[in-house]
């Protein structure tokens, strides 16, 4: 088999996370910032952030000034809330009396405002006041202790972030969710080891730290899902430490992997279901990059023996991405010719491969990659090359709203252009080589799947110092990610 045909799909799923990666390094330099606003399935409401106001307390105004910014990044990027421009007389509105007193709510019917929300600091604990204008109910949070330890701090306005979405819309907040992304380290010489290690940071880029230490290669890292009611304490990603790339299982406090399978061949993409149970990856352990199953438990690692669970001849496979039920699988094949996105139900222990069908999702796209479920198993985003330009598209996957098939919608400004895909160079499949003798054709195959190999370490992944701080994620591997952006109205370009 031709390797390049081989890591095709894996490094088509890579560039479409590079493209997203950008607007992460422009947030570095403001005047390069990219913002996209999206149309929403429900319309953002306005909401009036009022000054942080403070008494007796030992913090700096400066430092006040940081959190806020940081509680108004949240409201403004919370899919369901932005911010209304402040102005003097909506200030002294909000904060010219008692604390729990936000102004009367005619003032801010008037300006069709729907929410006030002001933080209230005494001493060294944040408390915050709602108000809901339409209904004149006003609210308040607990109050929340802080330190003056930026790093812990931040971590606090996003609980409080998270705090306001919950009152104000019955349904949990994204500001206190983290992300794993790896950072390639840079070349100083020809003779230095390329290597790159996993990273973790808050959902808006801060917090970023180091997890692994490898002195390895290492890519598309993931949580293990958390207990209800508890934060996830590990993750798997793939090394390439002993050569050939493996899944490894780690936890985030030291960072230390161990082997998740005793399987041979190349292992990558593993993702795992949220029932904790699962984990499909890509393996070529049969000759052929196919899917697979491992029963799994976060205590004990894997459980028996991976269970082929979709093959196609001739055809390579990638980007699985469990339903969050975990019935279903949806992953990436080249079986019909381009990469396209195909859904599986996943079989019972002994099924044969022959009676595993595929759905194909993707019939108006091609080359698309890397799927993921929307929370409620009601959408799947991938991205998808459109007009020459890599963008991200919604696959509604239920038919209780949306009769007939279900179909899919781009994310764009204006009909046609594209805005969120940066765009990328187009990828090639070579035509496959003359048929060699096996024991040739092995050595050329390994030999082959080593070059490119390398050549994909050196092109899959954006150097750290492209960004201005080596501490904000420039590459983000965990597909996760896409859960942050809000889903498009369907059928409405934006």
Same mark, same amino acid.
């Given at each position: 088999?031709?390797?390049? &045909?081989?890591?095709?799909?894996?490094?088509?799923?890579?560039?479409?996370?590079?493209?997203?990666?950008?607007?992460?390094?422009? /947030?570095?330099? /403001?005047?390069?910032?990219?913002? +996209?606003?999206?149309?929403?399935?429900?319309?953002? +409401?306005?909401?009036?952030?009022?000054?942080?106001?403070?008494?007796?307390?030992?913090?700096?105004?400066?430092?006040? &000034?940081?959190?806020?910014?940081?509680?108004?990044?949240?409201?403004?990027?919370?899919?369901?809330?932005?911010?209304?421009? &402040?102005?003097?007389?909506?200030?002294?509105?909000?904060?010219?009396?008692?604390?729990?007193?936000?102004?009367?709510? !005619?003032? %801010? !019917?008037?300006?069709?405002?729907?929410?006030?929300?002001?933080?209230?600091?005494?001493?060294?604990?944040?408390?915050?006041?709602?108000?809901?204008?339409?209904?004149?109910?006003?609210?308040?949070?607990?109050?929340?202790?802080?330190?003056?330890?930026?790093?812990?701090?931040?971590?606090?306005?996003?609980?409080?972030?998270?705090?306001?979405?919950?009152?104000?819309?019955?349904?949990?907040?994204?500001?206190?969710?983290?992300?794993?992304?790896?950072?390639?380290?840079?070349?100083?010489?020809?003779?230095?080891?390329?290597?790159?290690?996993? %990273?973790?940071?808050?959902?808006?880029?801060?917090?970023?730290?180091?997890?692994? !230490? /490898?002195?390895?290669?290492?890519?598309?890292?993931?949580?293990?899902?958390?207990?209800?009611?508890?934060?996830?304490?590990?993750?798997?990603?793939?090394?390439?430490?002993?050569?050939? *790339?493996?899944?490894?299982?780690?936890?985030?406090?030291?960072?230390?992997?161990?082997?998740?399978?005793?399987?041979?061949?190349?292992?990558?993409?593993?993702?795992?279901?949220?029932?904790?149970?699962? +984990?499909?990856?890509?393996?070529?352990?049969?000759?052929?990059?196919?899917?697979?199953?491992?029963?799994?438990?976060?205590?004990?690692?894997?459980?028996?023996?991976? !269970?082929?669970?979709?093959?196609?001849?001739?055809?390579?496979?990638?980007?699985?991405?469990?339903?969050?039920?975990?019935?279903?699988?949806?992953?990436?094949?080249?079986?019909?010719?381009?990469?396209?996105?195909?859904?599986?139900?996943?079989?019972?222990?002994?099924?044969?491969?022959?009676?595993?069908?595929?759905?194909?999702?993707?019939?108006?796209?091609?080359?698309?990659?890397?799927?993921? %479920?929307?929370?409620?198993?009601?959408?799947?985003?991938?991205?998808?090359?459109?007009?020459? $330009? &890599?963008?991200?598209?919604?696959?509604?996957?239920?038919?209780?709203?949306?009769?007939?098939?279900?179909?899919?919608?781009?994310?764009?400004?204006?009909?046609?252009?594209?805005?969120?895909?940066?765009?990328?160079?187009?990828?090639? $499949?070579?035509?496959? *080589?003359?048929?060699?003798?096996?024991?040739?054709?092995?050595?050329?195959?390994?030999?082959?799947?080593?070059?490119?190999?390398?050549?994909?370490?050196? /092109?899959?992944?954006?150097?750290?110092?492209?960004?201005?701080?080596?501490?904000?994620?420039?590459?983000?591997?965990?597909?996760?990610?896409?859960?942050?952006? *809000?889903?498009?109205?369907?059928?409405?370009?934006?």
């Amino acid at each position: 088999m031709n390797p390049l &045909r081989y890591f095709f799909l894996w490094l088509s799923a890579i560039a479409c996370l590079l493209s997203l990666s950008a607007p992460l390094c422009a /947030e570095e330099d /403001e005047g390069d910032a990219i913002i +996209v606003r999206l149309a929403t399935e429900s319309p953002l +409401v306005p909401l009036y952030l009022a000054p942080l106001s403070s008494t007796q307390t030992d913090f700096v105004e400066p430092y006040l &000034r940081q959190l806020e910014s940081i509680l108004a990044f949240d409201l403004n990027h919370n899919g369901s809330t932005f911010l209304v421009k &402040r102005n003097p007389v909506n200030d002294h509105l909000a904060t010219g009396g008692e604390p729990n007193n936000l102004g009367p709510a !005619q003032a %801010w !019917q008037s300006q069709n405002i729907f929410y006030v929300v002001k933080a209230q600091l005494t001493g060294k604990s944040l408390q915050v006041f709602m108000l809901s204008v339409n209904t004149q109910n006003l609210k308040s949070s607990d109050p929340i202790s802080l330190t003056g330890d930026l790093s812990e701090d931040r971590k606090a306005i996003h609980r409080v972030a998270d705090i306001i979405h919950k009152a104000l819309f019955g349904k949990e907040g994204i500001a206190s969710t983290r992300i794993l992304y790896t950072v390639k380290t840079p070349l100083i010489n020809s003779s230095q080891k390329l290597t790159s290690d996993v %990273w973790e940071a808050d959902y808006d880029g801060g917090n970023a730290r180091q997890v692994t !230490q /490898e002195k390895s290669f290492c890519v598309t890292p993931a949580y293990l899902p958390p207990k209800s009611g508890y934060l996830t304490g590990g993750f798997l990603y793939v090394s390439y430490q002993l050569g050939q *790339p493996k899944i490894y299982v780690a936890n985030l406090k030291d960072g230390t992997g161990r082997r998740l399978l005793s399987l041979r061949g190349n292992q990558l993409m593993p993702a795992l279901s949220q029932q904790r149970d699962k +984990v499909a990856f890509i393996s070529d352990a049969t000759g052929n990059p196919d899917l697979f199953l491992q029963p799994f438990s976060p205590e004990n690692g894997a459980i028996g023996k991976p !269970q082929q669970i979709f093959s196609a001849k001739q055809a390579t496979q990638s980007s699985p991405t469990f339903s969050p039920d975990g019935t279903k699988i949806a992953f990436v094949s080249d079986k019909d010719g381009a990469p396209k996105v195909y859904v599986i139900t996943i079989p019972e222990p002994g099924t044969s491969l022959k009676n595993v069908k595929a759905t194909l999702i993707t019939k108006r796209n091609r080359e698309s990659s890397a799927p993921v %479920w929307s929370p409620d198993g009601t959408k799947i985003a991938y991205c998808s090359r459109t007009d020459g $330009i &890599r963008q991200i598209w919604i696959y509604l996957a239920t038919r209780k709203t949306h009769p007939g098939l279900p179909t899919a919608s781009t994310l764009s400004s204006t009909p046609p252009t594209p805005t969120i895909a940066n765009s990328i160079s187009s990828i090639s $499949i070579k035509a496959a *080589p003359p048929k060699l003798h096996p024991d040739k054709e092995k050595s050329a195959i390994q030999a082959g799947s080593r070059a490119l190999n390398s050549k994909l370490m050196q /092109e899959s992944e954006i150097e750290s110092d492209s960004c201005k701080s080596k501490t904000v994620p420039c590459v983000i591997h965990s597909i996760n990610c896409f859960m942050l952006i *809000p889903l498009p109205a369907t059928g409405q370009p934006i």
